[in-house]
């Protein structure tokens, strides 16, 4: 042990002769166990980010192959921008590695055994560790996730631009909703302040749409009362038609083919992660008002909100098949049961996500019961090895 660890437990030792049975660190030994902790966790992380930067690049050349103006610059830059939420991602099990690491570290130093022999109890010297994970929780939700909503945004407006060929068709705001679409050698943006859905129909109220042909030059404008969206056609009522160079024209009813569906407009919003988490309660304020499912952005709040207290659970996922080490223990087999059980609760917890929507279950359910059960389970082991 370095000198670093020798003070430290100098001041164990010190407690020690204080009280026959201390319970508490002190302020010098929590700080070396979260170093330990913090020295583990950005080495695994570094180790992440350097593997997903190069598989995203390399899936990015195997997409742009054979698309036209798509350079290495360009798909180096989007694997960048896709890189911080992609990194989020594995950050459960950037901690549950971290964590393992650090015990195992402690152990086979034996700091853990004097730590022990000093009566300190297991929660006594997780809960340093546990509480820096919970803050590396809470900045990444709060700080990083904002920052990677940013350049996830930049990263789909490239994709749909050079890998896609195709744009974001609907988007919401305060003053209504917009639509795109092309008629022909035309170009369409419509406007409505208004809008529900209602099976598979969207009916549009107080319509504007704005005519453009293939060079942008405005050709002319088409008002309606209310227009529906049905099989291929928007069919509109009380309509009053104003092209260039030709009289204004009122109907009761005008039909306008078009390619879109519901789906297709319903599959152009935003994904929940390019929408910040500050952002994400009034974009599902508005996507309600428009009368479209906001579930899936509210399933992806709510696990947002919810990741420290699994990234907590992960590290009382890592005591378990760590802290009981000894010479006779097979650390291969340790370190397999704790990826298995890594793998095991990540997949658990994209599947309940993944089954709210077909089968109505609670978005605050769905998002919150992987993380409180995985904490229950692991308390619950730590507690029968423990206290018996």
Same mark, same amino acid.
């Given at each position: 042990m370095?000198?670093?660890?020798?003070a430290?437990f100098?001041?164990?030792?010190?407690?020690?002769?204080?009280?026959?049975?201390?319970?508490r660190?002190?302020?010098?030994?929590?700080?070396?166990?979260?170093?330990?902790?913090?020295g583990?966790?950005?080495?695994?992380?570094?180790?992440?980010?350097? @593997? /997903? %930067?190069i &598989?995203?690049? *390399?899936e990015?050349?195997?997409r742009?192959?054979?698309?036209?103006?798509? !350079?290495?610059d =360009?798909?180096?830059?989007?694997?960048?921008?896709?890189?911080?939420l992609?990194?989020?991602?594995?950050?459960?099990?950037?901690?549950?590695?971290?964590?393992?690491l650090?015990?195992?570290?402690?152990?086979?130093?034996t700091e853990l055994?004097?730590?022990?022999?000093?009566?300190?109890?297991?929660?006594?010297?997780?809960?340093? @560790? /546990? %509480?820096? &994970?919970?803050? *590396?929780?809470?900045?990444?939700v709060?700080l990083i996730?904002p920052?990677? !909503?940013t350049? =996830?945004?930049?990263?789909?407006?490239?994709?749909?631009?050079?890998?896609k060929?195709?744009?974001?068709?609907?988007?919401?705001?305060?003053s209504?909703?917009?639509?795109?679409?092309?008629?022909?050698?035309?170009?369409?943006?419509?406007?409505?302040?208004?809008?529900?859905?209602?099976?598979?129909?969207?009916?549009?109220?107080?319509?504007?749409?704005?005519?453009?042909?293939?060079?942008?030059?405005?050709?002319?404008?088409?008002?309606?009362?209310?227009?529906?969206?049905e099989?291929?056609?928007?069919?509109l009522?009380d309509?009053?038609?104003?092209v260039?160079?030709?009289?204004?024209?009122?109907?009761?009813?005008?039909?306008?083919?078009?390619?879109?569906?519901?789906?297709?407009?319903?599959?152009?919003?935003?994904?929940?992660?390019s929408?910040?988490?500050?952002?994400?309660?009034?974009?599902?304020?508005a996507?309600?008002?428009?009368?479209?499912?906001?579930l899936?952005?509210?399933?992806?709040?709510h696990?947002?909100?919810?990741?420290?207290?699994?990234?907590?659970?992960m590290?009382?996922i890592?005591a378990?098949?760590?802290?009981?080490?000894?010479?006779?223990?097979?650390?291969?087999?340790?370190?397999?049961?704790?990826i298995?059980?890594?793998?095991?609760?990540f997949?658990i917890?994209?599947?309940?996500?993944?089954?709210?929507?077909?089968?109505?279950?609670?978005a605050?359910?769905?998002?919150?019961a992987?993380?409180?059960?995985?904490?229950?389970?692991?308390?619950a082991?730590?507690?029968?090895?423990?206290?018996?």
């Amino acid at each position: 042990m370095g000198p670093d660890t020798t003070a430290t437990f100098e001041t164990i030792e010190k407690a020690e002769s204080r009280s026959p049975r201390p319970t508490r660190l002190s302020r010098g030994v929590c700080l070396y166990l979260i170093r330990n902790f913090l020295g583990a966790f950005f080495l695994v992380f570094s180790l992440f980010v350097g @593997i /997903i %930067l190069i &598989v995203d690049i *390399i899936e990015l050349l195997r997409r742009a192959s054979g698309k036209e103006g798509v !350079t290495f610059d =360009i798909v180096f830059g989007m694997a960048l921008y896709k890189l911080p939420l992609t990194a989020q991602k594995t950050l459960p099990f950037v901690i549950l590695f971290g964590g393992m690491l650090t015990f195992w570290r402690l152990n086979r130093t034996t700091e853990l055994v004097i730590l022990r022999g000093c009566g300190v109890s297991v929660w006594h010297f997780l809960l340093p @560790i /546990i %509480l820096t &994970v919970a803050a *590396i929780g809470t900045i990444t939700v709060t700080l990083i996730n904002p920052l990677g !909503t940013t350049l =996830i945004g930049q990263y789909e407006q490239l994709e749909k631009k050079y890998l896609k060929n195709r744009s974001s068709l609907m988007a919401t705001s305060r003053s209504g909703v917009w639509l795109r679409q092309t008629a022909g050698d035309l170009e369409m943006v419509i406007h409505a302040k208004g809008s529900s859905v209602v099976g598979q129909t969207l009916t549009l109220s107080q319509v504007l749409m704005l005519l453009y042909d293939e060079n942008n030059q405005f050709e002319g404008r088409i008002d309606a009362a209310r227009g529906a969206l049905e099989g291929k056609s928007w069919q509109l009522h009380d309509v009053w038609i104003s092209v260039r160079d030709m009289p204004t024209v009122r109907k009761k009813r005008h039909v306008i083919p078009t390619t879109l569906t519901l789906s297709d407009i319903q599959e152009s919003f935003s994904s929940p992660s390019s929408v910040s988490f500050w952002d994400l309660p009034r974009f599902i304020e508005a996507l309600q008002e428009t009368g479209f499912s906001a579930l899936e952005h509210r399933l992806y709040w709510h696990s947002l909100i919810a990741e420290p207290v699994f990234y907590c659970a992960m590290i009382l996922i890592a005591a378990v098949f760590s802290l009981r080490q000894n010479r006779t223990t097979n650390v291969l087999l340790t370190v397999a049961g704790g990826i298995g059980a890594g793998l095991v609760l990540f997949f658990i917890s994209d599947l309940v996500l993944a089954l709210a929507n077909p089968t109505g279950l609670p978005a605050v359910l769905a998002a919150w019961a992987p993380a409180i059960a995985t904490l229950l389970v692991g308390i619950a082991v730590l507690l029968h090895r423990e206290d018996g």
